[in-house]
C-alpha cells in the first residue's frame, strides 16, 4: 500500500434524535461521504488519496465535517457538490477551498 499525499477524514457521527448536541449525522454526512468515495474511484487516486469516515471531528453544529491532513484544514458545512470541488482544488491541486474552511477558532 501506498503512502497517500492526502488523508482525508469525514465525520459520520450520529447521536439519538433528542440529543442535546447536532450531530454530522443529521446533516447530511453519510452521502458527503459517499460522494468522496465515488470521486475517490472515479479518479482513481488511490496511490495519493486516502478516505477515512470518522466519528466526531469537533464542531458538531458546523456539520458535516471533513479533516484534511496533512494541512490540517478543517472544512465545514460541506455538501455532496462540494467534494468534486475539494477534490479538483485541494486533493489533486494543493488549494484549500478557502469558502469551505472553518475558522481558527475551531482550533483553539
Known amino acids: 500500500m501506498a503512502k497517500p499525499e492526502k488523508h482525508v477524514f469525514i465525520c459520520t ?18 452521502e458527503v461521504a ?13 496511490d495519493k488519496v486516502r478516505v477515512t469516515t470518522a466519528g466526531c471531528l469537533g464542531p458538531c453544529s458546523e456539520g458535516p465535517s471533513v479533516l484534511v491532513y496533512p494541512e490540517g484544514v478543517m472544512y465545514g458545512g460541506v455538501s455532496k457538490e462540494d467534494v468534486a470541488v475539494i477534490f479538483d482544488e485541494h486533493l489533486e491541486n494543493d488549494r ?13
Do not use: I, T
Open 34 to 46: 459517499d460522494e468522496f468515495y465515488w470521486h475517490l474511484q472515479d479518479r482513481q487516486l488511490f
Open 96 to 108: 484549500p477551498v478557502e469558502r469551505l474552511m472553518m475558522s481558527g477558532e475551531f482550533w483553539g
Open 13 to 30: 457521527q450520529n447521536r439519538p434524535l433528542g440529543h442535546p448536541r447536532p450531530s454530522c449525522g443529521q446533516k447530511n454526512c453519510a
